[in-house]
C-alpha cells in the first residue's frame, strides 16, 4: 500500500504526495530535510526475494551514473518488515507523451529536444559492461520546464548482455541475447508513437501476421523520407538490420549520411 503524505522515513524524507503509482513501485515527492531540497522517493512494491534483488539492481545501476540526461541517485535504503527505498533527483515536468498531447513539434523539431535521450543512451551503452535501458517509452522520457530531456525509470535496465524479454511501447520482444539495439528498437518506436500519435504494432502482431508499419508519411506531411527511412531501419525485427550503434541512429534521423 503506498505512503500517506506526511509519512517521514529515517527521520529524514517527509512525503509530501504520491508522484507515480505503478504495478511494481510508487514514486513520490519528498523533502529531503536534511539538505533542504525535493527529491523523488521510490518504492519497491513487489514482494519476495527475486523482486528485492532486482530492486537493489536498479539502485546499484543508477547510482553508478553521472549524465546531465539522467536522474542522480543519492540514496538507497531497507525498512525491516516495510520495504525498499531508492532516493533519486526529482526531475519536474512533463512525460514526453503529456507534453505532446499539447504541443504539436515538428518531426526535426521533436528528434532535436530528444538529443538528451540520445546522449543519455550512448553514454549508457559506453559503460563497461554496457547498460541497457529495455524500457525505453513516452512515459519515461520526461521534459523539465526548459525541455530538457531526462531518461527515467531503470527497473528493467541490465548490464550488458542477458537472456530477457524487452517491454517497450507497447512492444514485447523475446531475444537470446539483449543488447544496446534493444534500447534503438524502443526509442524509434517512442519516437514514431510520438509523432504519429498512436504506437507502431507490436513485435508479434507483426511477427505473426506480417503486416507492415503504416508510413508516417501517410499520418504527417512533414515527415522527411529519411526520417522515416531510420524510424524503420530502427524497427526491424532482427537487430543486425538496425543501426550500429544509438549515434549511427541519431545521424541518421538528422539526414546527416
Known sequence: MPLDPGTTLLGRYLIRRLHKLG????????????????????????????HERQFHREASILASLRHPNL????????????????????????????WIADYSPSPDELISILEGVFKALAYLHSRT??????DIEPSNI??????????????FAAFGKERATLVTSGNVLVSPGTDARSDQYSLAA??????????????IHRLTSEAPIPSLRM??????????????????????????DIDAFRRALRGEF
Open 23 to 50: 504495478a511494481s513501485g510508487a514514486v513520490y515527492l519528498a523533502l529531503d530535510n536534511q539538505m533542504g531540497v525535493r527529491v523523488a522517493v521510490k518504492e519497491n512494491l513487489l514482494s519476495g526475494l527475486e
Open 190 to 203: 517512442t519516437i514514431y508513437a510520438l509523432l504519429a500519435r498512436t504506437p507502431p504494432p507490436d513485435s
Open 142 to 155: 520526461i521534459l523539465n520546464p526548459a525541455l530538457v530531456p531526462f531518461l527515467v525509470d531503470f527497473g
Open 71 to 98: 536522474p542522480r541517485v543519492t540514496d538507497f535504503f531497507v525498512i525491516e518488515s516495510q520495504g525498499q527505498y531508492l532516493v533519486m533527483d526529482f526531475v519536474e515536468g512533463k512525460t514526453s507523451a503529456e
Open 219 to 244: 499520418v504527417r506531411d512533414d515527415v522527411s523520407r529519411h526520417i522515416e527511412e531510420a524510424l524503420f531501419r530502427a524497427l526491424s525485427l532482427e537487430p543486425h538490420d538496425r543501426y550500429s
Open 129 to 134: 559492461p554496457p547498460v541497457v535501458h529495455r
